[in-house]
């Protein structure tokens, strides 16, 4: 099992305030190509379908996944869900194309009362209402009618888990940033870095979104201001 590492609350609190946007340019800008950390195709399904300001930030707490008919692969000591520990955020990786889900509503509650963050699922949810009536945050790929045990099953915890949309690998304690635009992985050795680039470029942009406002053109606006 992986060992997370540790980031200062001060850092997580500073990361809140940026969108998942703001945090890919800063990871391009630091040279994580050619995604800049982003998870493709992964939705806010709750507490609305990608509506509202919900944004979750924490380290991630990984769960890998197989077919229900892989006998093979090793199985938790214990049930994922129990598992994750507070103020983290649930990461789970499916084999690809199941159509059934991975994480249902009973599965929100627990989460919830133990203080996880919120969910990003490589696969799919199901009883949308269930998680929409407890306003938990879920991101996944798609929905489905379908139960996670009939398909799939929980293999491993805390490992190094690659999404299927993406290049991008999730390393348990990396941290993730996921809102109404998407979802973010940042390397854990790179956040104090994305914290200052965010903070230096979005004074950039807010001065350049208050420009254009006022009728000023994008050219002479960038060169102003972005120095392009």
């Given at each position: 099992?992986?060992?997370?590492?540790?980031?200062?609350?001060?850092t997580l609190n500073a990361l809140k305030q940026f969108s998942s946007c703001e945090i890919a340019d800063a990871l391009l800008k630091l040279g994580q190509r050619p995604w800049g950390g982003y998870i493709p195709d992964i939705e806010?399904?709750?507490?609305?379908?990608?509506?509202?300001?919900?944004?979750?930030?924490?380290?991630?707490?990984?769960?890998?996944?197989?077919?229900?008919?892989?006998?093979?692969?090793?199985s938790p000591?214990?049930?994922?869900?129990?598992?994750?520990?507070?103020?983290?955020?649930?990461?789970?990786?499916?084999?690809?194309?199941?159509?059934?889900?991975?994480?249902?509503?009973?599965?929100?509650?627990?989460?919830?009362?133990?203080?996880?963050?919120?969910?990003?699922?490589?696969?799919?949810?199901?009883?949308?209402?269930?998680?929409?009536?407890?306003?938990?945050?879920?991101?996944?790929?798609?929905?489905?009618?379908?139960?996670?045990?009939?398909?799939?099953?929980?293999?491993?915890?805390?490992?190094?888990?690659t999404m299927s949309t993406s290049p991008v690998v999730v390393t348990p304690g990396d941290i993730i940033v996921a809102d109404l635009d998407g979802v973010i992985c940042i390397p854990v050795n790179l956040v104090e870095d994305v914290v200052q680039s965010c903070t230096k470029y979005v004074a950039i942009d807010d001065k350049c979104m208050e420009a254009l406002q006022q009728g000023y053109g994008v050219k002479e606006t960038f060169a102003k201001y972005r120095g392009t």
């Open positions: 099992m992986s060992v997370a590492v540790a980031v200062a609350a001060a806010m399904w709750s507490p609305r379908y990608c509506d509202g300001d919900t944004r979750i930030v924490g380290p991630a707490f990984t769960v890998k996944m197989v077919e229900r008919s892989n006998t093979t692969a090793p000591p214990e049930h994922f869900a129990d598992a994750a520990p507070e103020n983290s955020v649930m990461v789970i990786s499916a084999p690809k194309d199941v159509k059934g889900a991975c994480w249902g509503g009973l599965m929100s509650a627990r989460a919830k009362a133990k203080n996880v963050k919120g969910v990003v699922i490589d696969g799919r949810v199901r009883d949308l209402r269930e998680h929409r009536s407890m306003e938990y945050p879920v991101f996944a790929k798609s929905h489905s009618t379908l139960p996670q045990n009939a398909f799939v099953r929980p293999s491993e915890l805390q490992v190094p888990i």
